[in-house]
């Protein structure tokens, strides 16, 4: 019996799998360079945001793997008398399926919520609740898809809220450029709410929530831009 | 009420005074512009000597501090670094 892995792209599928990758460097590079301020500072808000971005790097990473449908591959030898049949069948892999996406969603739960520790003052009773509430809407998405979205979205809408705050205190570009991405994407979890109506919800809510993470990107280039001119001048 | 510095701010403070004249300048200028003790600036040189961040070299009888250009390097990154913090808040 040969065994082989199979994808199958659907349409619109290479497209969001690209927006995905690209939105998995951006968390990866961020986060990156707050664990090297972390090993310059020893703050420990670094590591959070570290912690953060890289679990929901690695969200999109297990998204990626699911968006494709995955097959396997086998075939088959079977001898009737003289003769020798060679069949192949394809069995869709569920388990993998639902694995990937429990864990897509509970990884970006997860690192929206540390994200959003980083800015607030909680308590450690208040931490197991969230966990909590976190792994059971994680665990009822499968039958209320929403459920995740929503989710997301209250969380997203705290941390804007924070960073709308953060602007008005810092008043500079990078800090509106860094409000704008993070509204970018708290509007995509609006419209992935309602894919299940029309597909084009889909396929805007991808698009503005890459657009989002590019901002979120520029908004880093041009912090990295501004730390090297101001010790120049 | 005023915050008081981190020894990444001092270490900051002090690269950024030597750089701001030229790269080279007099301890006891550093000391002032840096605003530091004397003991405090004594250790933190020795620190930034150990890291090759500054060298301590000799002009006309003088006695100057030179930033090294893994010292710049290192302003660079902590200024980086501190833009970064404030734009995200961290």
Same mark, same amino acid.
């Given at each position: ?233 | ?8 701010? /001092?270490?900051? $403070?002090?690269?950024?005074? %030597?750089? #701001? !004249? =030229?790269? &080279? ?23 930034? /000597?150990?890291? $090759?961040?500054?060298?301590? %070299?000799? #002009? !006309? =009888?003088? &006695? ?27």
């Amino acid at each position: 019996m040969m065994f082989e892995l199979m994808y199958d792209p659907k349409w619109f599928y290479g497209k969001d799998v690209l927006t995905d990758i690209v939105s998995l460097f951006i968390l990866f590079f961020i986060g990156y360079f707050s664990l090297r301020s972390y090993n310059l500072k020893k703050n420990k808000n670094y590591l959070i945001f570290t912690a953060s971005f890289w679990l929901m790097a690695l969200s999109f990473f297990f998204k990626i793997i699911t968006n494709f449908t995955l097959y396997h591959k086998t075939t088959h030898i079977k001898q009737i008398g003289m003769v020798t049949f060679t069949y192949t069948i394809f069995h869709h892999s569920e388990l993998l399926f639902y694995f990937g996406f429990l864990l897509h969603r509970l990884l970006m739960l997860v690192g929206l919520y540390s994200l959003y520790c980083v800015y607030s003052r909680t308590k450690l009773n208040d931490y197991l609740l969230v966990i909590y509430l976190i792994i059971v809407s994680t665990l009822f998405t499968s039958s209320v898809y929403y459920l995740f979205h929503i989710t997301s979205l209250t969380i997203l809408i705290l941390i804007t809220y924070n960073y709308l705050d953060l602007h008005l205190k810092n008043n500079s570009k990078t800090s509106l450029l860094l409000f704008n991405s993070f509204i970018l994407i708290t509007i995509s979890q609006i419209l992935f709410i309602f894919v299940k109506l029309n597909s084009w919800f889909y396929i805007i809510a991808e698009i503005l929530q890459t657009i989002g993470f590019v901002l979120l990107l520029v908004t880093f280039i041009k912090v990295l831009k501004n730390g090297k001119k101001k010790r120049k001048k | 009420m005023v915050r008081k510095r981190e020894r990444s701010d /001092i270490i900051l $403070d002090m690269l950024v005074s %030597i750089q #701001d !004249k =030229g790269g &080279k300048i007099k301890p006891t200028h550093l000391m002032y512009k840096a605003n530091l003790a004397h003991q405090q600036m004594k250790s933190y040189l020795e620190d930034l /000597i150990d890291k $090759d961040f500054v060298r301590e %070299i000799k #002009d !006309k =009888g003088y &006695k100057y501090i030179i930033i090294t250009d893994h010292g710049l390097k290192f302003v660079e990154k902590i200024s980086q670094m501190k833009e970064f913090e404030r734009t995200f808040g961290l």
